[in-house]
């Protein structure tokens, strides 16, 4: 049956997605420093990564598809510096490509404002439980 050969095809064809993360960045004067990490060796200098506004559920506006690369203990940062965020959407994307070109990472950044909501409302689970 040519059904099980379509299926081994498409997953061999296409980059192996993984994530750079979440993130939440609180804009200062409406510039925000934008950065996602990763900690793959697949990452590095040669990686495309490009940062985009996201608009609906979808990319909208370039940001910027230079950014600064930094490696740190096996953990590769693409960032960028005071990108304007005024009467921008709230929601960032960062998106990479290996080097290689077999991975691909995609990661979200979320804007939040300096309002002082919902701070009561999360319960703080402790992180070590006894017993």
């Known amino acids: 049956s040519s059904g099980i ?6 997953v061999e064809a296409g980059p192996k997605k993984i994530s750079f993360g979440d993130y939440e960045v609180k804009p200062k004067k409406n510039k925000a420093n934008l950065e996602c990490s990763i900690k793959d060796p697949a990452f590095d200098g040669d990686a ?15 940001i910027s ?3 600064k690369f930094s490696s740190k203990g096996g953990t590769a940062t693409y960032s960028l510096t005071k ?32 309002k002082k909501k919902d701070k009561k409302k999360k319960e703080k689970k402790p992180s ?3 017993g």
Not at 5 to 10: G, H
Not at 50 to 56: E, L
């Open 5 to 10: 050969n379509a299926e081994s095809q498409s």
């Open 48 to 62: 495309e990564v490009s940062f985009y506004f996201m608009k609906n559920g979808k990319q909208d506006s370039l």
């Open 65 to 67: 598809d230079k950014p």
């Open 83 to 114: 990108v304007n965020t005024k009467k921008q959407p709230k929601d960032i994307a960062c998106i990479g490509v290996s080097s290689d070109g077999k991975k691909l990472a995609e990661g979200t950044i979320t804007l939040v404002s300096k």
């Open 128 to 130: 070590k439980s006894k």
